[in-house]
């Protein structure tokens, strides 16, 4: 993934203080750079780097969060799934992930992985934290947001998790 201009990432720094809610998506196409490329770009206390080789680990922790939105786009679709993230094994160049009964499953095709962000910054009148899972290229896989309760809230045991999972990871603001 070759380095946006310097003025680019100065224009995405700017719209991301003017408005923090700005999905990184939307900034990411309005720019024609990679999504990570405006994650990389949030302030440091609303993103946090976790090395790819830690995938193994940092899914394990996601399948003991009690409810989560698990969320894949692409240009045409953004499909969301509530419930609770299954465990998985990999099995070649896949993390095949399944449990009975649940809604989210499939195959994560993991030799394409190239960076995971821990992402806490703000849509719309809310909080959100999110794990998300970029390709080699910047662009995302999937995203794993944290469940909210009947009220539209935040989760406390999912919220308390997410902080564990960002502290074990602190000081890894920057890009990998």
Known sequence: MNA????????????????????????????????TVVVGCLPDAMRTSVPADDFK???????????????????GIVSETVGQLPPGEIGGPMFNYHDKGNPIGGHFRITELGSIWLVAKPMKTSETL??????KEGHRICAVYAGRGEDRQLLPSVKEKFAALRARYAGNGAAD
Not at 11 to 28: F, G, S, V, Y
Not at 57 to 75: D, H, Q, R, S
Not at 130 to 135: G, K, P
């Open 130 to 135: 999110s794990v998300r899972f970029f390709d």
């Open 57 to 75: 680990a940092v899914w394990t922790e996601l399948t003991a969060w009690e409810k989560i939105t698990f969320i894949v786009m692409n240009p």
């Open 4 to 35: 946006p201009a310097d003025e680019t990432l100065k224009e995405i720094q700017a719209a991301l203080q003017a408005n923090p809610h700005t999905m990184t998506a939307q900034l990411a196409r309005q720019h024609k750079v990679p999504e």
